[in-house]
C-alpha cells in the first residue's frame, strides 16, 4: 500500500508530496517537530506533544500553523488512510519558504510548511529490544544549546546513533561535564532501591512528554523520584537503568561502556514501569 502523506493541507501518495528547495527546514533546519505515537490506531498523549509543539514554536518564534483541532484531525485522518494499528506519526512544521536563502527570518506571516507521515510498527508495544533492553556507550554532548526546543537539527543525535551501531551497541548517552544529560533520542534515567533518578528540566534536555507521564506513574506506584543530573559511573553502579520516548516507551539499558548495569538483564522497576505507562496510555489514548 503507498503511503499517504500530509503536506500544507494536502493528503497525497508520498511520492507526490514535495518541498520547496528553499524551504528554511531544509536549508537551516528552521523547524520542530513532534512523533506520537499510535497504539491500537489512536493517539497516545496527543494533548501533550500539542503543548511542546507550542512551546518550540514559541521559542522560536514561530507562529501556529493551524489549530489544535486541525492538527487532531489530520493526524486521525493520516491514522485512518494509512491503517496504522500500531506505529508513529511525524509532524514537523518550518517557517517555511521564502523563495530564497537567506540568514535573516522571513517575515513573519509567511505561511509554515507543515509536513505529516505515519510509520507503521506493527510490534511497537511488544518490541523485542524491550525484553532484552539496551546496551549504550557514552560520548560528549556537542549539540546546542537550546535542547528543550525540539527542533530538526538532528545531526550530532544521528552522528551518536551511528557511533553506538559501530560500537555494535544500540544507542548512546550523552555526557556534559560529567554527567548524563539523555540519550540521541530519549531521556535517560537510572534506579536505586525506590529511587528514580533523572537530569532535572532546563535548557540542557528536552523536555520528554514520555517523561512527564513515567515520573507521574512512578510517584503514584509509591516510588521516590529524584530529579538531579549523574555520571555513567553512577549509571553502572545502578541498580537499574532506562530510557524514556514515544517511540520506545520505557526501555531498560542493561550496559553502558561495556559493564553491566544490576544484573545486565531488563529489571523488575524499569519492567513494570513499561506496562504500567503501555497499560494508562492506552486507556487514555484519543
Ligand atoms: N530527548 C531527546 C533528545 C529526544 O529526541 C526525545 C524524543 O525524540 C526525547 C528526549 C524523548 O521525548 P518524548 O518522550 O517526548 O518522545
Redesign the pocket.
Known sequence: MTRTVYVNGHYLPEHEATVSIFDRGFLMADGVYE?TSVLDGKLIDFD??IK?LHRSLGELDMAAPCSDEDLITMHRELVALNNIDQGMIYLQVTRGNPGDRSFVFPPADLPPTIVAFTQDIPNLADAPAAKTGFKVISIPDLRWDR?DI?TVQ?LY?SMGKMMAKKAGVDDSWFVEDGAVT??????AYIVKGNRIITRQLSTD???????VAVLRFAAEAQFEVEERPFTIEEAQGADEAFS????IFVMPVVEIDGKPVGTGKPGPVATRLRELYLDEMRKAAV
Do not use: F
Request: avoid cysteine; proline fraction near 4%.
Open positions: 512523533v501533550g506533544h511542546r535542547r525540539k538532528l543525535p539523555e540519550g540521541t533520542s530519549n531521556n534536555i528536552l523536555h520528554g512528554i514520555t517523561r524514556t520516548a514515544a517511540s
